[in-house]
């Protein structure tokens, strides 16, 4: 089928199962909202379907993305974009680089990429802003920026691991649906990690419910540190 299909997926950290066999299909422009407490293998999902799954971990099953099955394919090459916590906007690069940083080079001229940069920034409400500093942007426009920069990667899916938890009140509603519209736009099936109801509410969706593992299972689950998440980024476009 289009879209993400999920089949028979079963994640492990060490000798606990932390999600049981799964299946879950995803159509185009549907999002489908993933729920649970912390530790119940939310995130860790979203980076089995993306490639990058701490080796802690193991996973067995299958992921395909329109049809393709991806499950043994470095993350650059599943075509599966993905937003974070953290914008992970590169502070050494004006907000122009860091939406370049997400093209492929071989196969658009300098121009080519100046005017898909213009029209991503248009887009966004940011038009003008490509030599911007990142650091002298608001929340929300480092959001919208993070955005863009996953869809000019020309993913075929999009995974949200709560994007919108640090945000306030008013900018969460606001870039929820800048989120979502885009990505219905797009035609992305989309999967969303949240613990907030609204989230999901907003999302219009399905419902994945994880369940939190016994106590006498539990195994402590380290963060992952914003070095990690930056080194998932950039193994996701190819550049580690």
Request: one cysteine or more.
């Amino acid at each position: 089928m289009a879209g993400l299909e999920l089949r028979g997926v079963v994640l492990r950290l060490g000798p606990t199962r932390l999600l049981p066999p799964t299946d879950l299909a995803v159509a185009p422009g549907e999002i489908v909202t993933v729920m649970g407490e912390s530790g119940s293998g939310k995130s860790s999902l979203l980076a089995f379907l993306c490639g990058t799954l701490p080796p802690a971990f193991t996973a067995s099953g299958r992921v395909l993305v329109q049809g393709r099955d991806v499950t043994g394919l470095p993350p650059e090459r599943r075509r599966i974009g993905i937003l974070f916590q953290d914008d992970l906007l590169f502070p050494h690069l004006s907000v122009g680089d860091n939406l370049a940083f997400a093209l492929r080079p071989l196969r658009q001229g300098r121009a080519e990429r100046r005017r898909r940069i213009a029209a991503a920034l248009e887009e966004a409400g940011l038009a003008g802003f490509a030599a911007r500093d990142p650091a002298t942007l608001s929340g929300g426009q480092r959001g919208r920026v993070a955005l863009m920069r996953a869809l000019l990667s020309e993913p075929q899916a999009l995974l949200l691991d709560e994007p919108f938890a640090k945000l306030d009140a008013a900018l969460r509603g606001r870039m929820r649906a800048f989120v979502f519209d885009h990505a219905r736009e797009r035609g992305l099936p989309v999967l969303l990690v949240t613990h907030d109801p609204e989230d999901a509410q907003a999302a219009g969706g399905r419902v994945l419910r994880l369940r939190p593992r016994p106590a006498s299972d539990a195994a402590p689950v380290a963060a992952m540190p914003a070095r990690g998440l930056l080194g998932r980024a950039l193994r996701l476009v190819g550049m580690a």
